[in-house]
């Protein structure tokens, strides 16, 4: 099925890509997507058209802010077979291939996220969805949106992050290497937030608190030590 979903997609007619910077895109529409660092978008030819706006978020994080059009869906696909509906509405995307889930979360407006195999959740504002890459099962959760989305002003908010989360986080951010083995239970997880501006020191003496290790540093590379 995956195989002939994929012949059947059109062409890719744009792509949105950004590294280490974060990009704010305007659609033909009138919507705005902000890309966070990492990600990649594409337009496909004849999919954002008269009767329906569909785009792809092939990796990476993205903020949506939908132009309300009720007899034009808005239509987001992300990796395995994940897709998300609006009419007009603002809601964050997360789905970053280094990460074990997607997590799509609603600041305004209603969202429907649905799979392959029709499984559909409804989401109102503040409330999130994580769907984990491994068994593909819908778990919603009430969440603050605002501070998922934050990252755009740049607060990057570790919200119940497992240590595989925030070694990704200090890396896009930072460009810090965590290397942390044993020291750490990899399902513990933990909740902070700071800014690309705040000092590095200050970052991981926090994290080191909140996970009850200490760590040393060399260039880069931080080791996380018991």
């Not at 998922?148 to 890396?171: H, P, Q």
């Not at 942390?180 to 994290?207: C, G």
Request: one cysteine or more; a neutral charge; hydrophobic letters at 35%.
């Amino acid at each position: 099925r995956t195989i002939s979903a994929q012949k059947e997609l059109s062409a890719i007619e744009k792509q949105f890509i950004t590294e280490s910077e974060m990009k704010r895109i305007v659609l033909a529409d009138g919507s705005v997507i902000f890309l966070n660092r990492g990600t990649t978008i594409s337009l496909r030819q004849g999919k954002f058209n008269a009767h329906v706006r569909e785009i792809w978020l092939d990796e990476g994080e993205a903020f949506f802010e939908v132009k309300k059009e009720t007899n034009r869906p808005f239509i987001v696909h992300t990796p395995n077979g994940i897709s998300t509906q609006v009419l007009g509405t603002s809601f964050n995307i997360s789905a970053y291939a280094q990460l074990e889930e997607q997590v799509i979360t609603v600041n305004t407006g209603r969202v429907q996220v649905y799979d392959e195999k029709d499984n559909k959740i409804i989401l109102d504002p503040n409330y999130k969805i994580s769907v984990k890459q491994s068994d593909k099962e819908f778990i919603s959760d009430k969440t603050d949106a605002a501070r998922i989305s934050a990252w755009r002003s740049g607060i990057i908010v570790l919200d119940r992050a497992t240590i595989k989360e925030v070694a990704f986080r200090l890396k896009q951010t930072f460009n810090i290497d965590l290397i942390y083995s044993h020291a750490i239970n990899e399902n513990e997880k933990i909740v902070t937030s700071f800014t690309s501006d705040t000092p590095q020191e200050e970052v991981l003496t926090t994290i080191c608190k909140l996970y009850n290790v200490h760590y040393k540093i060399d260039n880069n590379r931080v080791e996380l030590i018991k």
